[in-house]
């Protein structure tokens, strides 16, 4: 079974500019979550979707935004980019069925540079 | 509200010897999932181990278990006989069963050495 991809692997944005990246799932899984990681503020959660819904949300502006779409694929989206939004966006699939908590698989990331 | 707190932010361990990482939890909520995670220097997270908040028997998957302490609320990782493989960054995370949220701990950084 395929694991989760994440596209692009690196990016390198200037300020102002927005971007979208995208996460496929494990085949199955419905649960898509985003995270965000920093050397200073360490993995922040972004938010998660559940069946196209976005089922929690985390602390962020929202300039951040994201979507799932009926494959089960999320993308997320960054408008009026900063030099702070650079980091590692992790994106992780969870299989599950809303009866119990289930570890996440995690997408090997795509670093985002903001310059 | 729900936290995780890791205390060692960096440790040592000698190639073949057992290693205990520090985890310890705060949730109000009576079903919850307790989780490591395993970050290579790669930056991929790497799911290790996971005990559920009914689960009486403390999880165990190869060399690692999870020391799993319900009254005190920890959930302390145990690394057996570490390898040079095993350096890496650990992170404790917690899900509540009703919010489905998942929070994790600022990790520890685990330096294995030869």
């Known amino acids: 079974k395929a694991g989760v991809t994440q596209t692009p692997r690196y990016l390198i944005k200037t300020r102002g500019q927005q971007v979208t990246l995208s996460c496929s799932p494990i085949?199955?899984?419905?649960?898509v979550s985003w995270y965000q990681q920093t050397p200073g503020q360490g993995l922040q959660f972004l938010f998660e979707y559940f069946s196209e819904t976005q089922r929690n949300k985390g602390n962020f502006p929202g300039r951040f935004s994201g979507r799932q779409f009926s494959n089960s694929r999320s993308e997320m989206n960054v408008s009026t980019l900063e030099l702070g939004d650079s980091a590692l966006y992790l994106c992780a699939s969870s299989l599950d069925s809303g009866q119990g908590a289930r570890e996440q698989y995690f997408g090997p990331g795509t670093r985002l540079t903001v310059t | 509200a729900q936290k995780i707190t890791q205390t060692q932010p960096g440790m040592f361990v000698q190639e073949k010897e057992a290693v205990t990482l520090d985890c310890t939890y705060d949730t109000s909520d009576q079903s919850y999932g307790l989780f490591w995670y395993k970050q290579p220097s790669s930056g991929e997270m790497i799911f290790l181990i996971y005990q559920g908040s009914y689960d009486e028997q403390n999880a165990t998957e190869g060399r690692y278990s999870l020391n799993f302490q319900k009254a005190r609320k920890s959930a302390n990782l145990v690394i057996s006989a570490s390898q040079l493989g095993d350096s890496a960054m650990y992170f404790c995370a917690m899900r509540e069963t009703g919010t489905y949220k998942y929070i994790f701990g600022t990790g520890t950084r685990l330096k294995v050495l030869a």
């Open positions: 085949s199955g899984h419905r649960s």
